[in-house]
């Protein structure tokens, strides 16, 4: 009877490791979670600002040197859809 108490105590003591274990895991995953949205955040957030910069040099390259056409025309299509983003948005709020 003996051997199987000690059996029993032997199984629940490495429960409670596995149970420790486990819990230790999870809390590992949440702090690599949070960091994985943080970087995905702060990715976002340097996309949009390379965005703003590729813009902001396409119009100064537009107003310091003659442009070939076909730059010209890329220039044209992104002031038109900016204008119409900016005439929707303007439609919106004046609804």
């Given at each position: ?6 059996h029993?105590?032997?199984i629940q ?8 274990q486990?819990?230790l895991?999870?809390?590992d ?6 960091g ?6 702060k ?5 949009s ?9 396409l119009?100064?390259?537009a107003s ?6 076909v ?6 299509l ?8 900016i005439d ?5 709020l004046?609804k």
């Amino acid at each position: 009877m003996s051997a199987l108490t000690d059996h029993i105590n032997l199984i629940q003591q490495k429960l409670h490791q596995l149970l420790k274990q486990h819990e230790l895991l999870q809390q590992d995953n949440e702090k690599k979670s949070a960091g994985i949205q943080e970087l995905q955040a702060k990715l976002a957030e340097q996309q949009s600002s390379m965005e703003e910069l590729k813009q902001t040099n396409l119009i100064l390259k537009a107003s310091t040197t003659d442009m070939d056409p076909v730059a010209k025309k890329e220039l044209d299509l992104k002031l038109l859809q900016y204008i119409k983003n900016i005439d929707h948005c303007i439609s919106l709020l004046s609804k």
